[in-house]
């Protein structure tokens, strides 16, 4: 329903101007000339110029004028001076409404180049998730905030490292270009590190480390690692980032929390110390949502937030992918529309055969 009312709008508007000059040419050959409705013809290419090209707006100018000359002689009014000011009304808003469509015409091919670089953009920084590492599935989903974006300050990124699967998501403070700057250097930092480090507490160091050298004043990054290897559980390492959820083989979901809150990315040169890693069961037929403060702080129109927890059960479906596009369907009807914050979800399912494993055994 969303998508048809503004092709509706930019129908009436494709139909606005000829039907606006029938409009005035009834209403006069009805009224006569007392009542002056020859200059209001001038609305023809006016609305012209809102939707359409410079040319179409032209042609509709000189119908305009075509009209206001066949009204004037039906009316007498050229023995007067209403008929050619009638004419001149006509002129000067086709030329104004014309330059107004060009430069219109303009503003949106810039606008097209920059939605263009910026998609690209998106899929160098944002790369498309495997759908397989190592014993899981993963699906993603990215909602941005504002409807025209491409690109944000959420991040996320899985990698199958020799140490294990390794995930993160993080949530840049700000916006704009300075925040995608900033992902930018996070995954980055990640991508190399993920294959480098033998735990999540080296790796996290190598982040933290990259971070403060771009970040200055009291930005951050909050993230959340984790890292899947041979054994069934998920290793944890929280820098102030909202905590997973677990969703369990019977549909119960849990959120995991550090046994201590660390700062946030940028912040932790700062202080004493960083996180320290926790890790929980995470057996085959479970998941696991790693996801940003969009999701679970996105609030519906008395102020609530959204029910993350109550919503597992909407994970069931047999695609991780459609799984995860129900949840964020259901998220964008709490809040009647996008998140007021950008939303990542990043979600990952352990086959229930994992390598190693015979089908037999359960």
């Not at 001076?81 to 330059?99: D, I, L, N």
């Not at 699967?165 to 403070?173: A, E, H, N, S």
């Not at 250097?185 to 480390?209: K, Q, S």
Request: charged residues 20%; negative net charge; aromatic residues 6%.
């Amino acid at each position: 329903m969303a998508a048809k009312k503004p092709q509706r709008s930019q129908t009436l508007l494709v139909r606005l101007p000829a039907v606006v000059m029938a409009v005035v040419a009834a209403g006069d050959l009805l009224t006569g000339p007392g009542v002056g409705f020859l200059p209001l013809a001038s609305l023809g290419p006016a609305f012209a110029g809102l939707a359409g090209g410079w040319r179409r707006t032209a042609w509709y100018g000189l119908a305009a004028l075509l009209l206001c000359v066949g009204l004037g002689l039906y009316d007498g009014l050229f023995q007067e001076r209403r008929g050619f000011m009638a004419m001149v009304s006509v002129v000067g808003v086709t030329g104004a409404s014309v330059v107004a469509a060009v430069m219109r015409g303009r503003r949106e091919a810039e606008l097209a180049n920059v939605r263009s670089i910026a998609e690209v953009a998106q899929r160098v920084l944002l790369r498309p998730v495997p759908l397989s590492a190592g014993p899981l599935q993963a699906a993603v989903s990215y909602t941005s905030a504002v409807a025209e974006a491409r690109i944000g300050g959420d991040l996320y990124e899985v990698v199958s490292s020799p140490h294990g699967v390794r995930m993160i998501v993080g949530d840049v403070q700000g916006k704009g270009l300075a925040a995608v700057e900033t992902a930018a250097v996070v995954l980055g930092a990640f991508r190399e590190a993920a294959h480098d480090e033998p735990d999540l507490v080296g790796l996290g160091e190598r982040l933290e480390r990259s971070v403060s050298r771009v970040l200055e004043g009291e930005k951050f990054v909050t993230a959340v690692l984790a890292e899947v290897g041979e054994r069934h559980e998920a290793v944890f390492l929280n820098y102030g980032h909202p905590p997973p959820m677990v969703v369990r083989e019977d549909g119960t979901a849990h959120f995991p929390k550090p046994p201590a809150y660390a700062p946030p990315l940028g912040l932790g040169m700062q202080s004493s110390g960083g996180p320290k890693p926790f890790s929980v069961g995470f057996a085959p037929g479970e998941q696991l949502l790693l996801y940003t403060d969009g999701v679970s702080e996105a609030r519906d129109a008395n102020g609530d937030f959204y029910p993350l927890g109550e919503r597992a059960y909407l994970l069931k479906q047999a695609d991780a992918q459609d799984a995860l596009d129900a949840l964020r369907e259901d998220l964008v009807r709490h809040t009647a529309g996008p998140p007021h914050d950008d939303a990542a979800m990043l979600l990952l399912r352990y086959h229930r055969h994992a390598a190693g494993e015979s089908a037999g055994e359960p």
